[in-house]
């Protein structure tokens, strides 16, 4: 027996319609697939090419603005480091004004991972754009980068 608690079919294909959240899901995961399988050749994933990218700064970063670059709470962005670190694409050090906090390098080799990885990200990134049918990438940048910025209240019962 159903009642008001139920969510009827006919809200089911609703969500799946109009929800926000489930289509930039689809999209981030159908990106990362793309993105993973250029970069398979590499040895880097998606998540590690953005990582060292956001790494790639004239002073090396804490871990912190790091973090809040990808938006990534700090157990997660270190359990992401850990295997750049262990192939020596990325060092982290003690940061000398807080000795609490810690630096995040790119080493020589991930510099050239990095370099490396750029113009495959660069040729799939072109094409990806070109698909986006009536689109402009720049509009589409500012919508999820105003998206990210934004927490819209909750309204609750």
């Not at 489930?22 to 998606?46: I, V, W, Y």
């Not at 090419?49 to 700064?57: C, E, V």
């Not at 157990?75 to 192939?87: G, N, Q, V, Y």
Request: hydrophobic share 40%.
């Amino acid at each position: 027996m159903s009642n008001d608690r139920d969510a009827s079919f006919d809200t089911t294909l609703f969500v799946r319609d109009t929800c926000l959240c489930l289509h930039a899901q689809r999209a981030a995961r159908t990106l990362s697939r793309l993105f993973d399988e250029a970069f398979q050749p590499l040895g880097l994933t998606s998540g590690q090419f953005s990582l060292l990218n956001a790494l790639n700064r004239p002073k090396p970063p804490a871990i912190g603005a790091v973090a809040r670059l990808l938006a990534m709470d700090r157990t997660t962005l270190t359990a992401a480091l850990k295997p750049l670190e262990r192939d020596g694409l990325v060092a982290m050090s003690v940061d000398p004004d807080d000795r609490r906090s810690r630096l995040l390098h790119l080493t020589e080799k991930g510099r050239t991972a990095l370099a490396s990885a750029v113009p495959v990200w660069r040729d799939l990134h072109e094409a990806v754009e070109a698909h986006l049918s009536g689109l402009e990438p720049d509009d589409l940048r500012g919508a999820l980068n105003s998206l990210a910025r934004s927490r819209p209240a909750k309204e609750g019962p």
